[in-house]
């Protein structure tokens, strides 16, 4: 099975920008919607973003409209998420995956956003 191989997180303060990378193996990523998912402690995994290579379409979550962008790079198999005005309750893993969430979860990565 396929597992992506999310990184770039970190402690940010409030106001500050991360850029998160996902990266995937196979021939997933030419036909499948990536979205980037977060939790936060006590609460459930929700989508932050999501992009189709076919053609180019992006959503966002309410939340993170006019801050964050999801971009990808087919040539790399890789999806980013440009994050930016970063607030406190954006603090969560985030993780990637299919919209169907098709492949395993990987290990995700830690964003902290606090002054």
């Known amino acids: 099975q396929l597992q992506p191989v999310e990184s770039g997180g970190g402690l940010v303060q409030p106001g500050g920008s991360l850029r998160l990378t996902c990266e995937v193996t196979?021939?997933?990523?030419?036909?499948?919607?990536m979205v980037w998912y977060r939790q936060a402690p006590g609460k459930q995994r929700e989508m932050v973003a999501s992009?189709?290579?076919?053609?180019?379409?992006?959503i966002y979550a309410d939340s993170v409209k006019g801050r964050f962008a999801i971009s990808s790079d087919a040539a790399k198999n890789t999806v980013y998420l440009q994050m930016d005005n970063l607030k406190p309750e954006d603090t969560a893993v985030y993780y990637c995956?299919?919209?169907?969430?098709?492949?395993?979860w990987g290990q995700g990565t830690q964003v902290t956003v606090s002054s």
């Open positions: 995956n299919t919209e169907y969430q098709s492949l395993l």
């Open positions: 196979g021939a997933i990523f030419s036909i499948a919607r």
């Open positions: 992009i189709d290579n076919t053609p180019t379409s992006t």
